[in-house]
């Protein structure tokens, strides 16, 4: 293999001036073009990868937000007011599901469990129980060329937070 690098180049035969160097070696035309391309590939494909990962990551954190914001509201025992019917409320869980809704913006919620320790699955528990709200999101990917490099065009993640109720009246538990 021929080094580029240090081809010989022939002087110009003027005798004024600073001498140039006129010839390059025609066997090294376009390498460094290759070797930009190869690079620049590698370059980019490494970029697209700290994008996503990045955005997965966003998403994933603003998720476990909203859910930790939907559990310190959940553990007052309040209801949100109903809009549709002025002077009712939303029930517990409707209440709970409405704050994580709407703490989570931009994401693609798939589904959402609440559930307490003496209620089991659809119940925020009363007071001083253990309740668990859980969401499960799809985040897709920003670029096609990594969706094909792991198999997938969407991550699929779940974030949950567990606490207890504070002591709240009894009537608030529907």
Not at 57 to 71: H, S
Request: proline content about 5%.
């Amino acid at each position: 293999m021929r080094n580029c690098r240090i081809g010989q180049a022939t002087k110009s035969t003027h005798t004024t001036g600073p001498s140039l160097l006129l010839k390059r070696n025609r066997q090294c035309r376009g390498q460094a073009l290759v070797e930009f391309t190869l690079v620049a590939m590698i370059f980019f494909l490494l970029s697209f990868a700290v994008i996503d990962f990045s955005w997965l990551l966003f998403n994933q954190m603003n998720m476990q937000d909203a859910v930790r914001e939907a559990a310190r509201y959940a553990s007052t025992g309040n209801h949100i007011p109903n809009p549709a019917t002025p002077g009712s409320n939303f029930s517990r869980t409707a209440s709970i599901t409405q704050i994580l809704e709407d703490s989570a913006t931009g994401s693609n919620i798939q589904s959402i469990v609440i559930s307490s320790a003496s209620g089991g699955v659809g119940s925020a528990g009363g007071p001083g129980d253990t309740v668990t709200v859980k969401a499960v999101c799809d985040v897709p990917l920003l670029t096609t060329v990594l969706s094909g490099i792991f198999g997938a065009n969407q991550f699929n993640f779940t974030v949950s937070s567990t606490f207890k109720n504070e002591p709240f009246p009894s009537s608030q538990t529907n």
